[in-house]
């Protein structure tokens, strides 16, 4: 009993804090209050065990992850699967008829910093509690688009799988096969159990 009125006092100090900022026109990312968001969404987290968000648009695709049994993979594990997928992705691309997609340093450091954040705090959503949506990491970093979107995944093994599970499902596949877009940048961090994070966010 306790437990459920401690979180329901959560869940309302988070709509609270939330309605503020939009009352307020502030943009989420103001400093001033990011820290007490940020700790909100952690304690809450913790007590609906694990955090986990539904995706703005997308449900999580497939796939559970290694539970533990592995080893966070090093840098250069890291960059040899993110090349893989950009590598897929043209692949699926050129199959379609479509133009390849190129990569881009500072577009890649803003996935990276997006898979980061979702295995440091535990969470999967296209909106950080932090950083806000993609939109908003794409502005603060200075990245201009005219159009832009983001897939996510988590739990899968590697490169392949988390293709796979993104062609699966038809809004994931319409990012990767959408002409408008020219570059992509994709992120992949690991929590601490070893479960994996990816991200793709495409701008044209």
């Known amino acids: 009993m306790k437990r459920k009125l401690l979180i329901t006092v959560m869940l309302l100090a988070l709509t609270v804090s939330s309605a503020g900022y939009a009352f307020a026109g502030t943009a989420p990312e103001d400093a001033a209050l990011k820290p007490y968001l940020t700790d909100i969404y952690k304690l809450l987290a913790q007590l609906l065990g694990g955090g ?109 799988s988390v293709m796979k599970a993104w062609m699966a499902s038809s809004g994931h596949k319409a990012n990767i096969l959408k002409p408008q877009y020219e570059k992509l940048g994709v992120g992949l961090a690991y929590d601490e159990s070893g479960r994996s994070y990816w991200v793709q966010i495409f701008i044209s």
Not at 69 to 74: A, F, K, S
Not at 105 to 114: C, S
Request: glycine share 12%.
């Open 52 to 160: 986990q968000e539904p995706g703005d648009q997308e449900q999580e695709p497939g796939g559970q992850g290694p539970g533990g049994q592995e080893q966070e993979p090093g840098d250069s594990q890291v960059q040899s699967q993110t090349a893989q997928v950009l590598a897929l992705v043209n692949q699926e691309r050129q199959n379609a008829g479509l133009k390849a997609l190129t990569t881009d340093t500072k577009l890649t450091k803003v996935a990276q910093l997006k898979a980061e954040d979702m295995a440091k705090n535990k969470y999967f959503s296209h909106n950080s509690p932090l950083y806000g949506s993609a939109f908003d990491m794409l502005r603060d970093h200075g990245i201009n688009y005219t159009s832009a979107g983001e897939n996510i995944a988590r739990g899968q093994k590697d490169a392949r």
